[in-house]
């Protein structure tokens, strides 16, 4: 098993893999990235990934230097490279696209360039019994980024609010932390979608409220309808996840994650719910059981 490094083009190990300084992605959380991971070593819904890596870079008026072909191309050299999946692992794959390095000033027309990195290393994902049990998050003050801010659809290195929040919720206990909007409704995780269920109906918070749109989400939420399970994607408050029968969690690497408790109390019967099984069930009849120990 292995971490290699694709530092624009180039394959190196992780100790020969070295930025300039003055990059502004290591200056100023200017740059845009993306995270895939993959099942029985092939990416996971990669053109998805790489649309939105598409779309993050055009609100924040950063050119990708490679084309969808070169990005492909070389994601799939480093996968190779690293070989996880011929030790019975499957890979984290991430990729990075900063507007380069230059003289330090915040003005974006001072980078000389913008540059690509794609990082692979082995997965490692939440142990099967936080799947069983599910995990307990917390609603925290730290709210999420404005749209007309740093809107919260790009996927920047720009973190520092995703960052605080987590920490918070870590703070106190919790696994993870529940965002909300400057108006005080659920926006979404530091790292994930949020998911509630309330009279059987999967209800998720509406991309209007200014969240990133995740992959898994927008799989879940086409799982649900091929299972026939009702969907609503709207405004939600604090007291409807506390009052929801079932939650859970979405992203690309913990993928489903139940949700059984929210600022110490429990969700529904605090178990692991029924419509939570079933996307479960469905979300793995997509993907097909993944090398070695699935978690659910």
């Not at 659809?153 to 929040?165: E, R, S």
Request: aromatic share 6%.
């Amino acid at each position: 098993m292995a971490t290699v490094v694709n530092l624009w083009g180039r394959l190196v190990p992780p100790e020969q893999a070295v930025i300039s300084v003055f990059d502004r992605g290591f200056l100023y959380g200017d740059s845009v990235y993306e995270v895939l991971r993959s099942y029985r070593g092939e990416p996971f819904r990669m053109e998805a990934h790489l649309e939105r890596l598409a779309a993050s870079a055009e609100r924040i008026a950063l050119e990708i230097p490679w084309s969808r072909e070169r990005l492909t191309e070389e994601i799939r050299r480093t996968l190779e490279a690293a070989a996880n999946d011929r030790e019975g692992r499957e890979s984290y794959i991430r990729i990075i696209v900063t507007r380069g390095a230059g003289p330090i000033g915040l003005d974006p027309a001072l980078a000389e360039g913008p540059r690509v990195l794609v990082i692979v290393r082995p997965l490692e994902q939440p142990p099967p019994e936080a799947y069983q049990r599910g995990v307990e998050v917390a609603i925290v003050g730290v709210r999420r980024n404005a749209k007309d801010a740093v809107d919260p659809a790009a996927k920047t290195g720009n973190y520092l609010n995703n960052l605080l929040a987590l920490k918070e919720a870590r703070d106190r206990g919790a696994y993870e932390a529940i965002m909300l909007d400057a108006e005080g409704r659920i926006a979404e995780g530091s790292t994930s979608n949020v998911f509630l269920v309330r009279g059987g109906t999967l209800e998720t918070p509406a991309l209007e409220t200014g969240i990133l749109e995740g992959v898994t989400r927008r799989e879940v939420l086409s799982v649900a309808e091929a299972l026939g399970v009702p969907t609503r994607e709207c405004y939600l408050r604090p007291e409807d996840l506390k009052q929801a029968e079932e939650a859970f969690l979405t992203s690309t690497i913990r993928e489903i994650l139940p949700v059984t408790r929210v600022d110490g109390a429990p969700v529904g019967s605090g178990r692991v719910g029924e419509v939570t099984r079933r996307i479960m069930a469905g979300f793995r009849e997509r993907t097909g059981p993944p090398l070695g120990v699935a978690p659910f």
